[in-house]
């Protein structure tokens, strides 16, 4: 079986404890390796009654009667709030993570929740876990999507300002977002069948309220179309996530973050996958922030980092 590493997230924030709950309920033996910080996950285990051991190790292995942890430290951190030792900490856990998988040590990577003005705090330029991998792995061209067993949303753009998402949409970028939807479905075993959201109300509605849809994104649809691609575009926004949940389709391709975030979230929240597109190995993530307000409360919900690591395993094996 692939061993899979963990990074713990931000020290203060609620990921030492939805990796401890998750790894609580995974059947014992699975090899998987946390990077981060051993102190931080036996108190958070201690506290919230978690029958877990945790052992120190120099790199990725697979342990019996313990969970191994690569330990960097983080135990003094300040817990409940963004500071930039807990960004340099969090940063610093993804950075070895990704040169241990690039070094074949293991072959897919989850990751916690990271805070991003945390990590900017300690002078370091971030802007998102998908971009840094992306840099990390030699400049990858990579695509974020949500995963829900019943509604996939991959992204054109992410994380820019709204004012700036008409202007980064081009057919280059939708063709490459579909095209790793589509090895990605496949890697699952499903047909492709994507929908392509439109940028505008109603798609535009033949120009009237933009002309992205008839310039750049239908263009894009009917070429990947031609070359035998289950493609289908653009489509109203605010029916095409209906549509997919009926079954029409099995992902959607949204334009802008928010786009496709709201819909997945409000659907499935403690259930969704942050995936990473276009990577060399398996990346996937707790699809929610640090929630620094309820740390220390053991009221924190496991279920995106618990799918995380299930949909991690399924992919790499």
Request: some cysteine.
């Amino acid at each position: 079986m692939r061993q899979i590493l963990i990074t713990m997230g931000d020290p203060a924030g609620i990921g030492p404890e939805v990796v401890a709950k998750s790894l609580a309920r995974l059947s014992s033996g699975r090899p998987i390796t946390v990077v981060g910080c051993k102190r931080c996950l036996e108190e958070i285990s201690e506290l919230c009654g978690l029958k877990l051991r945790f052992s120190s190790v120099d790199e990725p292995t697979h342990l019996v009667d313990s969970v191994p942890v690569i330990d960097m430290g983080g135990e003094d951190v300040p817990k409940g709030r963004a500071t930039p030792m807990g960004g340099a900490y969090s940063y610093s856990y993804v950075v070895r993570a990704a040169e241990l998988v690039k070094e074949g040590k293991a072959s897919a990577l989850v990751t916690g929740p990271v805070n991003k003005l945390a990590v900017n705090m300690a002078g370091i330029k971030f802007t998102g876990h998908t971009e840094l991998l992306a840099e990390l792995a030699g400049g990858a061209k990579v695509k974020m999507l949500l995963y829900l067993d019943e509604l996939r949303v991959s992204h054109v753009t992410t994380h820019i300002p709204l004012k700036d998402v008409p202007t980064s949409i081009n057919e280059e970028e939708i063709s490459l977002t579909v095209r790793l939807t589509a090895s990605f479905l496949r890697r699952l075993g499903e047909e492709v069948n994507i929908a392509v959201a439109g940028l505008n109300p109603h798609a535009g509605d033949g120009g009237v309220m933009g002309r992205e849809e008839i310039e750049i994104i239908g263009p894009a649809v009917e070429e990947l179309k031609s070359q035998g691609i289950g493609v289908e575009g653009p489509l109203p926004p605010d029916t095409v996530f209906l549509r997919a949940l009926k079954g029409e389709f099995n992902a959607v391709v949204a334009m802008y973050h928010d786009q496709g975030h709201i819909p997945a979230k409000m659907i499935g929240f403690n259930r969704a996958v942050n995936v990473t597109l276009g990577l060399p190995y398996v990346r996937t993530s707790v699809d929610h922030g640090t929630a620094y307000d309820i740390v220390g409360k053991c009221v924190a919900d496991e279920g995106s980092m618990l799918k995380a690591l299930e949909l991690a395993f399924r992919l790499a094996e």
